[in-house]
């Protein structure tokens, strides 16, 4: 009897080769990771071969599972070239996209209802990660496409929009802040030996070390010799937003990410510099879908 191949479980398939792990699987094609496990077993029992190395830590290919990966790969890319060609609906497909959170708070929604207007049958799922580490998705293939933060974006190619990094606070000024004993144990201190104007060690609440927003900071206050800790660390932007909020230390992000409730906070602080928005695909092909989306938000985000 012939074999019939189900598009969902090549699908299923093709993410579990690159995740290397059945849990990000199961959040990337919307299923349980145990609806993820029966899918492989039936395309294993159809196949009549082995594909997966499975292991605590996660699951590896086998020599068959890597000779069939490049078929399922080639199936699903024609599907979708198929479907687009000669639907009459327009546009179908799925991807996974991957952002900062402050970007998917501040452009995504707008980029997402903008798009949906247009292709209402692509489906989009989302992970929010720091740039680190959705560079690390890319090259794994975990993600199809990801908007990036760049430093020093002047002269970096197709840089799709540059925004400025903010400190910001929960009073209107550096000295109306009262941070009292801090928050934490600072984990992390000032390379300067002055003090600001009243003699103060600043604490900061600054996203995960690996950012680029992180690195901005310290940078620019090693430069300006002002003495620092760093009271709190998170790639979470709501938290660094209710550290601000509380007064117990000042934050850096993307100024158009600050809430209204919230301030912009200018000298003596020094300046922080701006960070340029990138669209990067990963690695291989792209399927329609995912390089119609691409094209929109770098038209889009310009103007957003």
């Known amino acids: 009897m012939q074999t019939l191949l189900d598009l ?10 690159h995740s290397g792990t059945l849990s990000a699987t199961a959040l990337q094609v919307g299923r349980t990771q145990s609806t993820v496990t029966m899918q492989i077993q039936r395309l294993e029992d159809a196949l009549g071969q082995t594909l997966f190395h499975r292991s605590g830590s996660g699951v ?9 990966l490049g078929y399922a790969e080639r199936i699903l890319k024609l599907h979708d070239e198929a479907v687009f060609a000669f639907s009459d609906r327009g546009l179908r497909g799925s991807m996974v996209f991957g952002c900062p959170e402050d970007y998917l708070i501040a452009f995504f929604p707008a980029l997402l209802k903008s798009f949906g207007t247009i292709y209402p049958d692509v489906e989009i799922k989302v992970v929010s990660a720091p740039t680190p580490e959705l560079h690390k998705m890319l090259r794994a293939r975990q993600i199809d496409l990801a908007l990036v933060s760049v430093a020093n974006p002047d002269g970096e190619p197709d840089i799709a929009r540059t925004e400025q990094l903010a400190w910001v606070g929960a009073k209107p000024t ?22 600001t104007s009243s003699g103060r060690t600043i604490p900061l609440a600054l996203p995960a070390s690996n950012a ?27 938290g660094l937003i ?29 300046a922080l510099p701006k960070l340029g928005l990138k669209v990067m695909a990963g690695e291989g092909t792209q399927n329609p879908a995912s390089a119609a989306f691409a094209d929109h938000v770098k038209n889009m985000l310009p103007f957003l």
Request: net charge negative; charged share 20%; proline share 4%.
């Open 60 to 68: 590896t290919l086998t020599g068959s599972g890597e000779r069939f």
């Open 174 to 195: 550096l000295d109306l802040h009262d941070f009292g004993t801090g928050i934490g144990t600072g984990i992390g201190e000032g390379a300067g030996d002055t003090t």
């Open 8 to 17: 969902k479980l090549l699908t299923t398939f093709v993410r579990a080769a």
């Open 242 to 270: 209710a550290v601000a909020r509380s007064g117990l230390a000042i934050s850096v992000m993307m100024q158009k990410a600050v809430p209204n409730d919230l301030y912009i906070l200018k000298a003596p602080l020094p």
């Open 212 to 238: 680029l927003d992180h690195k901005a900071a310290c940078d620019a206050m090693d430069a300006a010799l002002i003495p620092y800790k760093i009271s709190y660390a998170s790639s979470s932007l709501t």
